[in-house]
């Protein structure tokens, strides 16, 4: 299914308010804000409201505004009927996430009506949003609500660094933190801590390249804190980025392309709030078997598009690998694919003879401009597009710099 971000417009505005009725309810002022958006027409920064648009229906509305140049206020989200069971509430939120991660936003945050939490809560929580605090409402009329915010890194560290940003995480959060032999223990300080609560240690330890969280005890994967910090990313040891080629009729099915022609370039920035987005609800693609070994969830990978050249950057979420027909048995959305195109991608020897890789991604974001394949050979002479393939570091972020370059 195919949908659209973009802007809410002046024809809008009765879907808008009905959507947004259970936030105004308790806030009136925010309609004050969407008159104003729709008014004064979308900023680069600034207020904004925009709409998740499919079957010319408005199914989903985001209004938020800048409380400063690094930080927004997510005054309302709100899905339309449905939504949430084919996950377009997340896919929408989640492109609202990089476009403050384009604009350098460090911080956002959204105060949720009680009567709302149980509609929005597993949206925020799944795109990184943390429970920050209740505004208490014991002995008054109104419910409480609940705080919630996303912290934006706009970095790159080492897996050797993991326990650092943890320990500098804990501490913003007002925790009080010790050193503990292979780790450290954590809990709220005590001035913090609300009243018949009794807060124990907690404790963060490396265990070889494991992070575990105890009690109870369980492995802090990579990826999560990439996808709790968007845009942060972890440089895993051994493990390199991923080439995706793809035909141009499968990727115009799956992914927003980026200007590729001279006379199709745009005044605007692919993915800015100016700028209608499509958005594509099967996040899955096919390959050839090989790149294993460097595989992980999270992993960045690179977008190549045949004749066209290198269009955009995404992150692993998930990975399958089996024969064709199992694969459409186990796998709804493989039904967007013709099979006879799957199997033509099978490894036809070795160990995984018959057998196609399939990729779940995630945090798909265009190039501001095609990169050629004359242009990725000038940096790596050998460089081959014809499958799936591991990329070294460097050529994978010379090739986004390029890609991501200002014509002005």
């Keep these: 299914m195919e949908m659209i971000v973009r802007p809410a417009v002046k024809k809008d505005l009765p879907s808008v308010k009905k959507i947004l009725k259970p936030w105004s309810d308790q806030d009136p002022r925010i309609l004050d804000v969407v008159d104003e958006v729709v008014r004064k027409g979308p900023q680069e920064h600034g207020s904004s409201c925009r709409v998740l648009e499919s079957g010319k229906i408005v199914r989903c509305v985001s209004v938020w505004t800048c409380d400063s140049a690094a930080e927004v206020l997510l005054l309302a989200l709100a899905p339309g009927p449905s939504v949430s069971e084919i996950g377009g509430d997340t896919r929408f939120l989640r492109e609202e996430i990089q476009q403050w991660a384009q604009m350098g936003i460090f911080k956002a945050s959204i105060t949720v009506?009680?009567?709302?939490?149980?509609?929005?809560?597993?949206?925020?929580?799944?795109?990184?949003?943390?429970?920050?605090?209740?505004?208490?409402?014991?002995?008054?009329?109104?419910?409480?609500?609940?705080?919630?915010?996303?912290?934006?890194?706009?970095?790159?560290?080492?897996?050797?660094?993991?326990?650092?940003?943890?320990?500098?995480?804990?501490?913003?959060?007002?925790?009080?933190?010790?050193?503990?032999?292979?780790?450290?223990?954590?809990?709220?300080?005590?001035?913090?801590?609300?009243?018949?609560?009794?807060?124990?240690?907690?404790?963060?330890?490396?265990n070889g390249p494991d992070i575990i969280v105890h009690p109870p005890a369980r492995v802090l994967e990579v990826h999560e804190l990439e996808s709790l910090f968007y845009p942060l990313s972890i440089q895993v040891r051994h493990q390199k980025p991923l080439l995706i080629p793809m035909d141009r009729k499968r990727a115009e099915q799956l992914i927003e392309l980026p200007d590729f022609e001279v006379h199709q370039k745009s005044l605007f920035v692919p993915g800015s709030p100016l700028q209608p987005q499509n958005l594509f609800l099967n996040d899955l693609t096919y390959g050839y078997p090989v790149g294993l070994?460097?595989?992980?969830?999270?992993?960045?990978?690179?977008?190549?598009?045949?004749?066209?050249?290198?269009?955009?950057?995404?992150?692993?979420?998930?990975?399958?690998?089996?024969?064709?027909?199992?694969?459409?048995?186990?796998?709804?959305?493989?039904?967007?694919?013709?099979?006879?195109?799957?199997?033509?991608?099978?490894?036809?020897?070795?160990?995984?003879?018959?057998?196609?890789?399939?990729?779940?991604?995630?945090?798909?974001?265009?190039l501001r401009r095609a990169v050629s394949l004359d242009e990725i050979r000038s940096l790596s002479g050998s460089f081959n597009p014809q499958r799936t393939r591991s990329l070294s570091t460097p050529l994978f972020q010379s090739i986004v710099a390029l890609g991501n370059e200002s014509d002005s």
């Design 113 to 206: 009506p009680a009567s709302l939490s149980s509609l929005v809560m597993p949206c925020l929580k799944a795109c990184g949003f943390m429970f920050e605090g209740i505004s208490s409402s014991f002995g008054l009329r109104n419910a409480h609500q609940v705080r919630l915010s996303k912290h934006f890194l706009h970095r790159s560290i080492s897996d050797s660094e993991i326990m650092a940003l943890m320990q500098e995480f804990l501490l913003s959060q007002g925790y009080e933190v010790r050193a503990e032999g292979d780790g450290l223990g954590f809990r709220i300080r005590a001035e913090y801590r609300p009243p018949f609560i009794f807060s124990s240690w907690h404790r963060i330890t490396q």
């Design 293 to 366: 070994r460097s595989m992980r969830r999270g992993l960045p990978c690179l977008f190549y598009v045949n004749r066209i050249g290198a269009v955009g950057t995404g992150r692993v979420e998930n990975w399958y690998l089996d024969e064709p027909k199992d694969l459409y048995n186990t796998i709804d959305q493989m039904s967007y694919f013709n099979p006879e195109d799957v199997r033509e991608h099978a490894a036809v020897s070795g160990p995984q003879a018959g057998k196609v890789l399939v990729i779940r991604f995630r945090w798909y974001r265009p």
